[in-house]
Nanobody, 124 residues
């Protein structure tokens, strides 16, 4: 799996962005995918995760009701729709992959493969 995150940018508070995590490999459906974020001088934190077939999703409490994770295995892509963004959402966002033989996970150390980050900046 080779992941590439995109879609970040600068947005005003209350605005929306959609991040994409695309895999250039050919076994995308073998992996659960998680989105994490890392603000300056902070640890990487869990945002959302989705199982290999999209049947189960999970969110951090801080983003519930505002963010939606989804996937299109035919396009080898996972999306993170982010609505009602606030300055606290400013961070570099990363997607990670975890084999579907394991359970859905919520800690960065449990993901084996990572894409490069995409920067999200929310102005107040």
């Amino acid at each position: 799996v080779q992941l590439q995150a995109s879609g970040g940018g600068l947005v005003q508070a209350g605005g929306s962005l959609r991040l994409s995590c695309a895999d250039s490999g050919n076994r995308f459906s073998d992996y659960h995918i998680g989105w994490f974020r890392q603000a300056p001088r902070k640890e990487r934190e869990f945002v959302a995760a989705i199982t290999w077939n999209g049947s189960t999703t999970n969110y951090a409490d801080s983003v519930k009701g505002r963010f939606t994770i989804s996937r299109d295995n035919a396009k080898n892509t996972v999306y993170l729709q982010m609505n009602n963004l606030g300055p606290e959402d400013t961070a570099d966002y990363y997607c990670g992959a975890r084999l579907k033989s394991k359970s859905l996970a919520f800690y960065a150390r449990q993901y084996t493969w990572w894409g490069q980050g995409t920067q999200v900046t929310v102005s107040s």
